[in-house]
């Protein structure tokens, strides 16, 4: 341990904040989870969530877990993105495949035209020209439809112009690449405290 990690660490037990006895972890009957019944009548953070040619079942089921969790209206399928039931969607979503709302289309260009003319703002996630961060946001942007595209070569042409926002994760490593459902789960969490924040 460093110097400095090691004189942190000796300020914080001196000065009584750091009292482990005080956390305790909850089980499962004590978390306040919604039913299944629930959560479907529930009101959604405007939030649709498009997978667009995922190749990897198990991050379609993680993403799946992860629109539960944070809530939002709904997933769409597009492409060549396996739908459920798959027993490797199964695995990772953990049942929120019957939870969050989904439907599939095999080209989601007319679902996208549509909800641009509805006020939906149609948010990619990729490293492009002209990105903004994914923290970039304001009440009034909302609603949103976040696109995430395939793990090796991301977004299609096609669908980065219909965007009319590009969302990048700043990123400070070697490799400039995040797994497609951790992506995905870092920008819906942070639209979502967005967007709570101003109810």
Same mark, same amino acid.
């Given at each position: 341990m460093?110097?400095? =990690?090691?004189?942190? $660490?000796g300020?914080l %037990?001196n000065s009584g @904040?750091?009292n &482990? $006895?005080?956390?305790? %972890?909850?089980?499962g009957?004590? &978390? ?7 959560y479907?009548?529930?009101?959604? @953070?405007p939030?649709?969530l498009m997978? @667009?040619?995922?190749r990897?079942m198990w991050? +379609?089921g993680s993403m799946?877990?992860?629109?539960d ?5 709904k997933?769409?399928l597009s492409? *060549?993105t396996?739908?459920p /039931?798959r027993k490797?969607?199964d ?6 495949q ?6 599939y =289309?095999?080209? /989601? +260009?007319?679902a996208?035209?549509r909800?641009k $003319? ?5 948010c ?5 020209e002209g990105?903004? /961060?994914?923290?970039?946001f %304001?009440?009034?942007?909302f609603?949103?439809c976040?696109? +995430? ?6 977004l299609e042409?096609e669908?980065?112009?219909l ?6 994760? /700043?990123q *400070?490593?070697t490799? @400039?690449?995040?797994? +497609?459902?951790?992506?995905a789960?870092?920008?819906l969490f942070e =639209?979502?405290h967005?967007f709570?924040?101003?109810?």
């Amino acid at each position: 341990m460093s110097a400095l =990690l090691m004189k942190i $660490s000796g300020s914080l %037990k001196n000065s009584g @904040h750091v009292n &482990m $006895s005080q956390f305790r %972890k909850l089980h499962g009957t004590e &978390m306040n989870r919604l039913s299944e019944e629930h959560y479907c009548g529930a009101a959604k @953070h405007p939030v649709v969530l498009m997978l @667009h040619n995922i190749r990897s079942m198990w991050n +379609v089921g993680s993403m799946f877990r992860t629109a539960d969790a944070a809530g939002i209206e709904k997933i769409i399928l597009s492409g *060549y993105t396996a739908t459920p /039931p798959r027993k490797e969607i199964d695995k990772t979503a953990l049942g929120a495949q019957d939870t969050v709302a989904w439907e599939y =289309l095999a080209t /989601p +260009v007319e679902a996208l035209e549509r909800m641009k $003319s509805e006020g939906v703002r149609i948010c990619g996630l990729e490293i492009a020209e002209g990105s903004r /961060p994914y923290t970039a946001f %304001k009440a009034s942007d909302f609603p949103i439809c976040l696109i +995430v595209g395939n793990e090796v070569d991301g977004l299609e042409e096609e669908l980065l112009q219909l965007c009319d926002e590009v969302l990048e994760i /700043p990123q *400070y490593g070697t490799k @400039h690449s995040l797994n +497609v459902a951790v992506a995905a789960g870092i920008v819906l969490f942070e =639209l979502v405290h967005i967007f709570r924040r101003s109810v």
